[in-house]
């Protein structure tokens, strides 16, 4: 039986990705190593959580002791890491939040991992989950691929550049057996409201402002989180070993172009007239060091793994539009609380 370690499987890609392990994969034991931070939310993963080979663990990955013990016990076959402070926004306000975990957490799943393979890699992965804001920012032209040079803007992008370059060091270094993805914008259920999708379903819902930073003409390429989910299925089991694969939707959108098809969608779905949620929309002031454009080339993974996104956007946004009309206990038990007060400052 085959143990694998996900991290952040409480949050909003991770508890997709474990959903899919524990329920596609009965043969291997999964391990949710999650911190349960603001972002962090077990009902994200209610319906898996008596499944005979899912096993939860709070836990902190900033504790190198902690992760030491941890790995030492379970001797994890394989790590799948998506755990880490995700927010640009918060990165701006706290940098070093994302230092320690970002890197630091990175850095102790590293150590621990090559500790307990001790050079035996054989049957060993250690996944890394990225993003495409390593690259930087696009003009208004071209594609991210994977050998487009490094170039992060916000501490976000700059802590998580740092963690892909740690783990293709233990690569080159010790021999690690690494595979790293680095994906495009997510949205789909259980992404949290602080994101601009969520956030903007949330306060149409609640008939607020629809804040969008500077003039809205910057673009991000969108794609379906379940879709994020079936390639890191795929690049775990298929992905070659020391590589690197870009994962996009295909899909970019100018913000405003964006908010005013979710206004659309979302007065049909309320039953309001046409063109009043738009009226919401107001201009705030823009977010310091804003990449203009983010859009991958994700053709290597289509042409190498066969991967490609397999819900349309309209599909899509439909289906994360009802999942938040459905679902308006958790948006209420995510908004409340130390919600309110960040949202108060970053948007006052
Ligand atoms: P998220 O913020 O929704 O979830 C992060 C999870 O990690 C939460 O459950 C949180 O509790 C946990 N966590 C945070 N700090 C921790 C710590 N110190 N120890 C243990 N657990 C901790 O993030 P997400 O949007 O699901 O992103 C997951 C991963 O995918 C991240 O590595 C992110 O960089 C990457 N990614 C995200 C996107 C996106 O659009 N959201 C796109 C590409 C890549
Ligand atoms: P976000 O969802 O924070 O993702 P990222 O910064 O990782 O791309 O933001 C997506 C885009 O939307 C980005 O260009 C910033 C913009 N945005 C707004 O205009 N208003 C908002 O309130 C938020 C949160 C984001």
Known sequence: MKKIIITGGAGFIGSHVIRRFVKKYPQYQIFNLDALTYAGNLENIADIQNEPNYTFIKGDIVNEDFINELFQKHQFDAVIHLAAESHVDRSITDPLSFVKTNVIG???????????????????????????????????????????????????????????HFVRAYGETYGLPYVITNCSNNYGPNHFPEKLIPLLINNIIQNKPLPVYGD??????????????????????????HETYNIGGFNEWQNIDLVKLLCQKMDEKLGKVSGTS???????????GHDLRYAIDANKINKELGWSPSVTFEEGLEQTIDWYLENSEWLNNVTSGSYQKYYDNQYE
């Open 216 to 241: 809205g003409k910057y673009t991000r390429d969108w794609l379906f989180v379940k879709d994020h989910a079936v390639a890191i299925d795929l690049v775990f089991h298929e992905g070659i070993n």
């Open 106 to 164: 990175t850095m102790n799943l590293l150590n621990a991992a090559k500790q307990i393979w001790n050079n035996n890699f054989e049957g060993k992965r250690f996944y890394h989950v990225s993003t495409d804001e390593v690259y930087g920012t696009l003009g208004a032209t071209g594609l991210f691929t994977e050998t487009t040079p490094y170039a992060p803007n916000s501490p976000y992008s700059a802590s998580k550049a740092s963690s892909d």
């Open 278 to 288: 738009e009226k919401l929309i107001t201009y705030v002031k823009d977010r310091p």
